[in-house]
């Protein structure tokens, strides 16, 4: 195609009618760029035009930036059905430039097309009970669904059910089908949106339901063991059982692997909760999981993960086992570099190189002589010092989580939804938080008023993740001093860690 001059007529932007109704967004990169000068950034509103006469496609709709210059074209494979419902009067299209990685990971840029539905365009969604012929009948088919998801919950269910439509998606649909189809998607972007902010909600009352117990103290140590009478019985497995019972397999995502992230196969009947700071041992190199993820029963699912094992790329095994947690000052600020990646890329990613920096400054309080610069040689050297604290800070076989402090330090918590699950995690878990303390001076027994206000701080700073990783609500904790990652999942708050975050 030769290049073509971008359009610069002086004119204003033409409006949509008051009255039209927004009935979803598709998301599409921007086609044939490379012929056009103008330039268009992440947010700016983008008018699309009809080109009836364009001699290489008649259904051509061209992309202009803010200053009516041409960026480029709608795709064929939107514009096929788009144009003649514009055309018609059906509906209205225009958009907005995207932030996506996939732009950041190539020269491409991508928008969001909003659709609208004017009133000639209302028959689209009528539905008959006695269509004529295959092609309106399979509208009409499209139509039931698309009607009845209005009473569904679950987003990741219509987002699987847009995958499995893709089938049906053929050259002679008509133009009405076609949209519908591809608006699926949105569809299951605005349940998840609406399951989302219903979580937040629910975890703000549940949250109110948490009490901190007696404080235990030891040395320079203070754990307020976390309460709640609404605590409930796991309907997941964690990673750790599901393992051993050979439900569950942890491994690198290829045979040359990938540092960021790791392939967990669920085969069991359950979800599987992994939660946040877990470590995982084996394969090529030792990992810690950097969100509270939930794989979903008898599924494949890639987790994003950090090295805690620099020195090492060589495999010891074809799987992973769960060992460790990693310590709270490297979880904090992991999980604060992880959301932050998220909310660019899509990825929740942390800084590689400042998890690699707590590793060493673990390894160097410790003493720990490490041949791959593992954080689990600390651990291993530290025991006889950790020791020491387990033995003296027994918790309630009541509680469901902790909330650790050191003197006035917030070291961190960790929450549940149930004491079961807690005693499994708390023998590994407890190391970490008391490894922290191993090599800190004597501090005085903290005050409940700190422990208190940390407690009220977070509901006020919560949000669902708006890229989750994995199955269930994905919550993300974050102010200018805090970092928190959590899961909800079935009407209740399955795991929440929270940190007060330090600079390294």
Not at 182 to 205: C, T
Not at 262 to 279: F, K, Q
Not at 339 to 363: C, E, N, P, Y
Request: glycine share 8%; charged share 30%.
């Amino acid at each position: 195609m030769p290049a073509v001059k971008p359009h610069e007529k002086s004119r204003t932007r033409r409006r949509r009618a008051p009255a039209a109704k927004l009935l979803g967004e598709i998301f599409t990169e921007i086609a044939g760029m490379q012929y056009y000068d103008a330039g268009v950034s992440p947010g700016d509103r983008v008018q699309l035009e009809r080109e009836p006469e364009n001699k290489f496609d008649a259904n051509a709709i061209r992309i202009e930036n803010k200053n009516f210059h041409q960026a480029g074209h709608v795709p064929r494979r939107i514009s096929s059905w788009l144009a003649p419902l514009i055309d018609s009067g059906e509906v209205w299209a225009e958009g907005r430039v995207a932030e996506s990685a996939k732009a950041q990971e190539s020269d491409k840029a991508f928008i969001l097309i909003e659709i609208y539905l004017h009133k000639k365009g209302q028959h689209i969604l009528r539905r008959d009970d006695d269509p004529k012929g295959v092609l309106e009948g399979l509208h009409q088919a499209v139509l039931a669904i698309w009607s009845g998801i209005d009473r569904w919950t679950d987003g990741d269910t219509v987002s699987a059910l847009a995958t499995r439509l893709k089938a049906l998606d053929a050259e002679d649909l008509p133009p009405k089908t076609h949209m519908l189809l591809a608006l699926f998607k949105h569809r299951a972007w605005a349940l998840r949106r609406r399951a989302g902010e219903k979580a937040i909600e629910d975890v703000r009352d549940s949250m109110k339901e948490i009490k901190t117990g007696r404080a235990l103290f030891y040395h320079n140590l203070t754990i307020f063991p976390l309460l709640s009478k609404k605590a409930h019985k796991p309907d997941y497995l964690l990673l750790k059982e599901a393992i051993a019972k050979k439900q569950a397999e942890v491994r690198e995502v290829s045979e040359a692997g990938s540092i960021p992230e790791l392939l967990v196969e669920n085969r069991a009947p359950l979800p599987i909760l992994i939660p946040e700071g877990e470590i995982l041992i084996g394969a090529k190199q030792n990992r810690t999981v950097n969100i509270t993820i939930l794989i979903r029963e008898k599924t494949r699912h890639i987790i994003p993960v950090s090295c805690v094992e620099q020195g090492r790329w060589s495999l010891t095994s074809r799987t992973f086992g769960a060992s460790h947690y990693a310590t709270p000052g490297l979880r904090g600020r992991k999980i604060a570099s992880s959301q932050a990646h998220r909310r660019t890329t899509g990825r929740a990613f942390s800084d590689q190189g400042q998890v690699w920096a707590d590793v060493a400054r673990s390894l160097g309080a410790a003493g720990a002589r490490s041949m791959t610069g593992s954080i689990t040689d600390a651990f291993g050297t530290a025991r006889k010092r950790t020791e020491k604290y387990s033995k003296k800070l027994v918790l309630p076989k009541e509680a469901v989580g902790v909330l650790v402090t050191s003197g006035e330090d917030i070291l961190g918590m960790d929450l549940f939804d149930s004491p079961k699950t807690l005693r499994e995690i708390w023998p590994r878990l407890s190391e970490s938080y008391f490894f922290e303390a191993a090599f800190r001076g004597k501090r005085k027994k903290t005050a409940k008023t700190p422990a208190a206000d940390f407690l009220k701080v977070l509901p006020s700073i919560v949000r669902f993740a708006e890229k989750p990783s994995g199955f269930g609500q994905e919550l993300e904790f974050s102010n200018d001093a805090y970092a928190g990652s959590g899961l909800w999942y079935n009407g209740r708050l399955c795991h929440l860690s929270a940190f007060k975050v330090e600079p390294a």
